[in-house]
């Protein structure tokens, strides 16, 4: 059974930067594809980075987070991370780890499983 568990969120003031995590069980990070959503209230779920092992580690991110964001993963410790700098507050949202046997997409129907999400308050 495929678990994913975000870790990281918190409240940060605009300028900042960020640290996120998604613990992986029950799939490996050789044949998964990784990404990361958000979704802040009364808005759509929007695609923000996405990492592929099976195309040697490509990367592709949203347009809102682009330059500013770095998605990485870490086979030994089993995790994904967003590092995100230069907050803003229309970065307030609830990020999402998602998974999928294949390659990775931008869409978010194309991911099989989903974490239950960290929290993240960005002030200004």
């Known amino acids: 059974q495929v678990e994913l568990v975000e870790s990281g969120g918190g409240v940060v003031q605009a300028g900042d930067s960020l640290r996120l995590s998604c613990a992986a069980a029950?799939?490996?990070?050789?044949?998964?594809?990784m990404a990361w959503f958000r979704q802040a209230p009364a808005k759509e779920r929007e695609f923000v980075a996405s990492?592929?092992?099976?195309?040697?580690?490509?990367?592709s991110y949203g347009d809102s987070v682009q330059g500013r964001a770095t998605i990485s993963r870490d086979l030994d410790k089993r995790t994904t991370v967003l590092e995100m700098n230069s907050l803003k507050p229309e970065d307030t949202a609830v990020y999402l780890c998602?998974?999928?046997?294949?390659?990775?997409?931008?869409?978010?129907?194309?991911?099989?499983?989903w974490g239950q999400g960290t929290q993240v308050t960005v002030s200004s």
């Open positions: 998602a998974a999928v046997d294949t390659y990775s997409s931008y869409l978010s129907m194309e991911y099989d499983h």
């Open positions: 029950g799939l490996s990070l050789h044949s998964y594809a």
């Open positions: 990492i592929t092992w099976r195309s040697g580690g490509m990367t």
